[in-house]
Structures are given as C-alpha cells and as structure tokens.
C-alpha cells in the first residue's frame, strides 16, 4: 500500500470519475485504474464497483477510504507544517441536497458573506442514495434529506451503514402543491382519495429501493403520473397543468401569490416529514459549515422557502 494509491483513491471519490481524477491528478486515466486494482488485490476486497453507468465505493470500500482520507489530511497537515507551505486563502464547501430551497438561499447568504475571501461552493441536487454515497465518500461535508415515520426504519438503517448522523433541522406536515387554477385549490384539506384522478409528478428515483424515496404516501402505481429530474420542470408543469406534488409545505418566493399554492394533506395517522442534515459519524464540522447550518436555519424559520 503506497500514499500515491491513497492519493488516487482520494481523488477518484473526489471526483467521482476516473477521467476527471486523472485530469486533476495530471496522470493518465489508465495509470489510475491500475493502481487501484493493485491496491485491491493486496487488500483482498474490492473498493469500488463498476458497470457501465459508472463507479460506486462497496461498503468496505467506503470504510477503507473513510480511513485513507484521514491518512492524507495527516500527511497534508505535516507538508504544511515542515515545508511551511504557503496557504491558498481558498474556502471550499461542498454540499448534496435534496430538493431543497432553503439550501438555495443558505449558498446565497453564505456567498454574500464571503464576498472579500476566495472561495469554492459545490451544490450538487439529487437522490437520497446519491446524497448518502456522497456524504460517506466525503465528496461532500453535508447532505440534506428528508424522511417519513413510513420509511424512517429503512433510512436509519442505511444511515447506519455508511458510519452516517442525522441531525433534525426541522419537522413539517405533509402538504400538496397545485396550481393556484387547480379543482381542488380552494380545498381547505385534501385527502389522497381526492388526489387520485389527477396526474402526480415526482422526482425520478430511478433504481433506488422504494424506501429512499419522498414519495411514500401515494396509492401504489397511480394511473396518471409524470416523473422529472429538476426542480424547474417540476414546477413549470404544475403551474400549467392539473398535476401535483407531494412535499413540505414551503413555497418557492414569488410562486405563493401567483402561480402555486399548497394545502395540507390529511393522512390516516399523524405523520411528519423530518428534514435535516447528514455527516460522517464524529465529523468534525469547520466555522463556514456552521455559519452554512445558522443560514439553512434562517431560511426554513422565514418559511418563504421551497422543497417540491
């Protein structure tokens, strides 16, 4: 085992590819994969798995690169200190988030803070297992998810998996979002059987088991549905159509008066929808993730932000 294996290891989930790591590392793409299967061979276990979509870290995977992680900051740390390298003033964060838009407004704040430094924000939207592999990968410092008595079971568990914590930011009751032109927008309550002959949108899961979905109080395999990666679809589509959504409760600035609105959905038992934020189990958060956490804090307190 050699630290320039670690330092590929690093990087590739860093990167999350093997022809952006090579161009960071400026070492060729087969040099990279070659080091990694020697390292896999001497460790007796594979690190990553690859098919054609691409490279994912197997659960030991992630474990030994929890560990090489730690072993390459030492090393940084001790280049620092003993060549007294000079520090690049560079602030960087990186986050995975749901849907969310008080994560949004947090980016902006914190941008707007940091104004007189030099820095580097990542935000990256997606699906819950693409915010949990990229949390226990360390790609990123934070990951915000959302998740239900229904499937709270299943989450914890993964959480538990990948050496994760969830700290609760919030709780909200399960609302819809319609169009302000909707049939049932003057509904003070809606129930799911209400719901049902009109067309859903949700975000596309795609392989993921059914338990890291948001969309886990609708009636099985709905006769009308539409599924969308991004969050400007998802709304375009509901303001120009009788579809809805699932979600929070809090509206995107500006759509509240003129284009969307929400109404809670009644539900047979008492259930919330728990939204908050992911680390490595005893990550040690830096001062900007902290300032980031008070801003998302701000945002969803205002409740004039967005999570469809």
């Given at each position: 085992m050699t630290l320039q294996q670690l330092q590929y290891l690093v990087a590739l989930a860093e990167s999350n590819s093997i022809n952006q790591a090579a161009q960071n590392l400026f070492v060729s793409q087969s040099g990279i994969s070659k080091a990694i299967k020697q390292l896999e061979s001497e460790l007796g276990f594979p690190l990553l798995e690859r098919s054609s979509r691409g490279?994912?870290?197997?659960?030991r995977g992630t474990e030994f690169l929890h560990d090489a992680y730690s072993l390459i900051k030492q090393f940084h740390t001790m280049q620092d200190?003993?060549?007294?390298?000079?520090?690049?003033?560079?602030?960087t964060m990186s986050i995975t988030s749901r849907y969310?838009?008080?994560v949004a407004k947090a980016v902006a704040k914190m941008a707007n803070l940091l104004k007189e430094h030099n820095y580097f924000i990542r935000l990256q939207e997606g699906k819950v297992s693409d915010i949990i592999q990229d949390v226990a990968a360390r790609r990123s410092q934070l990951g915000f998810i959302s998740y239900y008595d229904t499937n709270a079971e299943f989450i914890q568990h993964e959480l538990e998996r990948f050496?994760?914590?969830?700290?609760?930011?919030?709780?909200?009751?399960?609302?819809?979002f319609?169009?302000?032109n909707h049939t049932l927008a003057k509904e003070p309550n809606i129930t799911l059987s209400m719901l049902s002959p009109y067309p859903y949108i949700f975000y596309d899961g795609g392989n993921d088991p059914y338990g890291y979905t948001e969309e886990v109080f609708f009636p099985v395999h709905p006769q009308k549905s539409i599924a969308v990666s991004d969050r400007s679809s998802m709304l375009n589509i509901i303001r120009h159509s009788e579809c809805y959504n699932l979600g929070s409760g809090w509206l995107l600035e500006g759509y509240s008066e003129s284009d969307l609105i929400t109404r809670p959905l009644s539900l047979p038992a008492d259930t919330t929808m728990q939204v908050g934020w992911i680390t490595k189990r005893g990550y040690m958060l830096d001062a900007e993730c902290e300032q980031f956490l008070k801003f998302c804090q701000e945002a969803q307190d205002d409740c004039c932000t967005g999570s469809l």
């Open positions: 490279i994912t870290f197997t659960s200190h003993y060549l007294q390298t000079e520090p690049q003033g560079m602030i969310y838009i008080f050496n994760l914590e969830f700290h609760s930011l919030c709780s909200n009751q399960l609302h819809v319609l169009s302000k």
